[in-house]
């Protein structure tokens, strides 16, 4: 991908552009390429490939922004059950201080994991727990969380999970636009690789017309 080296992938696709459109529009570029192979006919298989390469490359670029909305609502939603579990959890731990077998069963005992599996596995045992047992909502309203509340966190647990779910099949949809980007800009990158060397040759004496075509000449 000789072009691409120095160039962004818009950069490029923008080149490729202006290079196309000239090779067709100034009368003597267009003779002196077509003399060489480059006729309007094979300029147009160039043409069908940019407008190819450019379809791919702008979905991947929507695939990339899903992708990001994705993860900036799965952070948001995450960092609010993670507030709210936190205050949760220290207000039981000072309910259940006396209690060790209450506080296994909601799993406040110990540190609390920072892998998002095993945080999220502990957080659902807290509300699951809470919400089938009388008792324990009993001493929990004491430090003011309500069965609304459990019921109303426990569905943020669910929102998240729906959420990360959201997040990682765009995430791979993404991966695989990607993909699909990559292997068009590798046939894109090599179709403009040979159009440049030959224009190089055609237009050998002819400087200025070579870099209407995007090609830099030292001087």
């Known amino acids: 991908m000789v072009t691409k080296k120095t160039l962004s992938e818009a950069e490029a696709l923008e080149q490729y552009r202006v290079s196309l459109d000239n090779v067709e529009i100034q009368p003597e570029i267009a003779t002196t390429m077509a003399e060489f192979g480059y006729d309007s006919t094979v300029v147009a298989e160039g043409k069908t490939l940019l407008t190819e390469t450019r379809q791919v490359f702008d979905f991947n670029e929507t695939?990339?922004?899903?992708?990001?909305?994705?993860?900036?609502?799965?952070?948001?939603?995450?960092?609010?059950?993670?507030?709210?579990?936190?205050?949760?959890?220290?207000?039981?731990?000072?309910?259940?201080?006396?209690?060790?077998?209450?506080?296994?069963?909601?799993?406040?005992?110990?540190?609390?994991?920072?892998?998002?599996?095993?945080?999220?596995?502990?957080?659902?045992?807290?509300?699951?727990?809470?919400?089938?047992?009388?008792?324990?909502?009993?001493?929990?309203?004491?430090?003011?969380?309500?069965?609304?509340?459990l019921t109303a966190t426990n569905t943020m647990i669910s929102d998240l999970e729906a959420a990360r779910a959201e997040y990682l099949r765009e995430k791979g949809e993404s991966q695989d636009a990607t993909k699909a980007k990559d292997a068009a800009f590798e046939k894109m990158d090599d179709w403009m690789s040979e159009f440049y060397a030959v224009a190089k040759i055609a237009l050998e004496d002819k400087p200025q017309l070579l870099e209407s075509l995007g090609v830099f000449v030292r001087s």
């Not at 406040?108 to 998002?116: E, I, M, P, Q």
């Open 63 to 149: 695939e990339d922004d899903e992708t990001s909305d994705a993860y900036a609502a799965f952070k948001l939603l995450k960092a609010s059950l993670a507030e709210t579990y936190r205050m949760h959890r220290k207000k039981a731990k000072v309910i259940f201080r006396n209690d060790p077998k209450t506080m296994d069963k909601l799993a406040v005992s110990g540190s609390l994991s920072k892998a998002y599996i095993k945080w999220l596995e502990t957080v659902k045992k807290f509300y699951s727990v809470a919400l089938k047992d009388n008792k324990i909502q009993g001493k929990l309203v004491r430090l003011k969380i309500t069965a609304d509340d």
